[in-house]
């Protein structure tokens, strides 16, 4: 589902790559948490998947698409085939819960018999059909961060990314919304979950892929967050 | 991916009223500028009908030397009737020329106090193009019948050169002024683009295809474009109904002004320039603004 071969990321001006020689794989309905210190390069690895930045050197394949290569109009297909999740839920605020959700569905151009039936059926799967005409600032940070995976579920990707979520979180509520991401990635979704939470990810036992300083330094199953702090 | 007209129109009328006095800017200067195109058109209308006028007017007079018999007059004007440039050719007897002259001083005595009449006979030569007047005149030149020749390139010239400063004043203004409502409308859908960057960022996170986002800020461009066309449409039709009809009835010799049918064009031709306005500004400002 996710392939990297011998990606190395180094940004203009930079003096050290931010990514260097990267080669791993990530199977259809892999859970896998990218773990290491800020500034080792999670971002950039979650960059490249969304073809927001093009590698330096090596290859990117997500769902099938080779990004490096890909013409720019293809970007938003493959964008739609990922779902994004962010620390700071990127809700737009003029807008309910359900209305965050279906403009989601909206500007892919789908029709709206579509939009009424899969938008209430994602909330109820987060939990959130009784907040549906709710505005972000009338959530809490985790029943925001459940919309925010909501709109990232709905259409279905077969990729949820994960940037930091439950960064704004407390304890019990992170571990919420990480129980609401096995539960969809039972379903088949793949996950990959960046991620500085180390009792979250000790908790979880899955699959660890820890960067330090633009490095894979590991890669283990079931494995643990591992880093002395 | 479908194009949803009502979708993307509603996106720019939010996003205008969000941002109306920017917007009303641009509105302004796309309309002072389409303004200034229309005026000169109109200018440029009514010196075409002069010249019209001026070109149905006898273009070249040949004056006949004194005394020729009528059978040379005659056999003159069937040649020259006989020349593809020429549309028609009159003879003006003497006193046919008296008559004239008594009517255009009707007011002054200076005719009574002519006695003999000395007027030349002339024959008064239309053309078909009055740009072959030269070659009519040279073809005359010479003649033993003819004495003199008058024409009147002069007045034509003279148009034509007015037509050409009119044509120039106008291009600099409107375009400097289209230059500025460009710039306007580009600054105004900046503006919107920014006010929206978080949702055109979600919006290029779940997929949105590039021209999906584009389109709202594009129409949002066109329809201050056509507003502004229909601003200056709207003062240009007032300028015609209670100035240019007024001065009609004063000046009834004169044609100033279009016809319906000119004014027509003229509207369908403003409309098309404020919408590419409209267009090409908001496209600048979406290549510099909306990397996709």
């Known amino acids: 589902m996710i392939e990297l071969k011998n ?60 990004v490096v290569n890909l013409r720019r109009w293809r970007v938003s297909q493959l964008r739609r085939n990922i779902g994004c999740v962010f620390q700071d839920y990127k809700l737009l605020p003029n807008k309910t819960a359900y209305e965050n959700v279906a403009f989601a569905l909206e500007v ?44 990232a579920f709905v259409n279905r990707p077969a990729i949820i990314l994960a940037d930091e979520p439950t960064g704004n979180l407390d304890p019990a509520t992170s571990s919420d919304i990480m129980t609401l991401l096995s539960k969809i990635n039972r379903t088949g979704t793949t996950i990959l979950v960046a991620t500085h939470d180390r009792e979250m990810v000790d908790n979880m036992r899955k699959r660890v892929l820890a960067l330090e300083e633009g490095v894979l330094v590991r890669d283990q199953l079931r494995g643990v967050y591992g880093f002395e702090e | ?102 009517k255009e001083f009707k007011d002054s005595d200076i005719i009574s106090m002519v006695e003999e009449n000395l007027l030349p006979v002339s024959l008064e030569i239309s053309l078909k193009d009055p740009q072959k007047a030269d070659t009519v005149y040279n073809r005359l030149k010479g003649r033993p019948e003819i004495d003199d020749i008058r024409h009147d390139r002069k007045m034509v010239e003279r148009l034509l050169a007015l037509t050409r400063t009119a044509r120039w004043i106008g291009i600099v203004f409107a375009s400097l002024l289209a230059f500025a409502s460009l710039v306007l409308i580009a600054n105004a859908i900046r503006l ?31 329809l201050q474009g056509l507003i502004g066309a229909l601003v200056a449409i709207l003062l240009l039709y007032v300028v015609q109904v209670a100035v240019v009809e007024r001065i009609k009835e004063v000046l009834v010799f004169l044609p100033i002004g279009s016809s319906h049918q000119e004014f027509f064009r003229l509207v369908i031709g403003l409309l098309v320039t404020g ?8 496209t600048m400002a979406l290549r510099r603004y909306l990397r996709v």
């Open chain 1, 7 to 66: 990606v190395t990321m180094v940004y203009k001006g930079a003096h050290r790559p931010a990514l260097r020689d990267i080669n791993v794989e990530i199977g259809r309905g892999e859970f896998v948490f990218l773990v290491g210190p800020s500034g080792c390069g999670k971002s950039t690895f979650i960059r490249l998947l969304l073809r927001e930045i093009i590698p330096t050197k090596g290859e990117v394949i997500v769902a099938g698409h080779n």
């Open chain 1, 108 to 151: 892919i151009g789908k029709p709206n018999r579509i939009i009424k039936a899969q938008v209430p059926e994602v909330l109820r799967l987060v939990g959130l059909e009784d907040k549906a005409n709710s505005y972000p600032d009338e959530l809490s940070g985790g029943e925001q961060q459940r919309v925010s995976i909501a709109r």
């Open chain 2, 1 to 102: 991916m479908s194009f949803r007209p009502f979708y993307f129109l509603r996106e720019s009328l939010i996003s205008f009223k969000k941002n109306w006095v920017i917007s009303i800017a641009a509105i302004t200067t796309v309309a002072l500028s389409l303004l200034v195109i229309g005026f000169f058109m109109l200018v440029a209308f009514t010196i075409n009908s002069w010249m019209k006028m001026t070109e149905q007017k006898v273009e070249i007079v040949a004056f006949l030397v004194e005394g020729i018999p009528a059978e040379s007059i005659e056999a003159l004007q069937s040649e020259i009737m006989s020349w593809p440039e020429v549309k028609r050719v009159v003879y003006v007897s003497k006193e046919e020329a008296l008559e004239r002259l008594k």
């Open chain 2, 192 to 222: 919107a683009i920014y006010a929206r960057r978080k949702e055109v960022a979600i919006m290029r996170l779940v997929g949105a295809s590039n021209w999906f986002i584009r389109w709202p800020f594009l129409l949002e461009g066109i």
């Open chain 2, 275 to 282: 919408i590419a306005m409209g267009a090409a500004g908001s």
